[in-house]
């Protein structure tokens, strides 16, 4: 049974930092593409980051987040990072872990076939 689950959100104050972490297992994650989404309350679930597994891991990030964000995989290849840096207040959003069955990034979700359940992170002003 695959299972991909989130952990490290929270509430923080504008500009601050969060880590979030997703741990993958049931199946080897470690050629696979995997991504962030996010949904913030009435909106749709959008793209935030991807890493995919070609040659090398290649990173890839909506120009909302870009520059501030840094997608990762960790050593474990199973475990992949979003790092969060100065955080705003339309960051806050239920953020999502997802993985496909492929190499390749994508950035709309029905392209992810896992998910994890979510995590909260809040950004105060």
């Known amino acids: 049974q695959v299972q991909l689950v989130e952990s490290g959100g929270g509430l923080v104050q504008t500009g601050g930092s969060l880590r979030l972490s997703c741990a993958a297992s049931?199946?080897?994650?470690?050629?696979?593409?995997m991504g962030w989404f996010r949904q913030a309350p009435g909106k749709e679930r959008e793209f935030v980051a991807a890493i995919s597994r070609w040659s090398s891991d290649t990173t890839y990030y909506a120009d909302s987040v870009k520059g501030r964000f840094t997608i990762s995989r960790g050593n474990a290849k199973n475990t992949v990072y979003l790092q969060m840096n100065s955080l705003k207040p339309e960051d806050t959003a239920v953020y999502y872990c997802?993985?496909?069955?492929?190499?390749?990034?994508?950035?709309?979700?029905?392209?992810?076939?896992?998910w994890g359940q979510g995590t909260q992170v809040t950004v105060s002003s």
């Open positions: 997802a993985a496909r069955d492929g190499r390749y990034y994508a950035t709309a979700p029905e392209e992810y076939d896992y």
């Open positions: 049931g199946r080897p994650f470690s050629n696979r593409a």
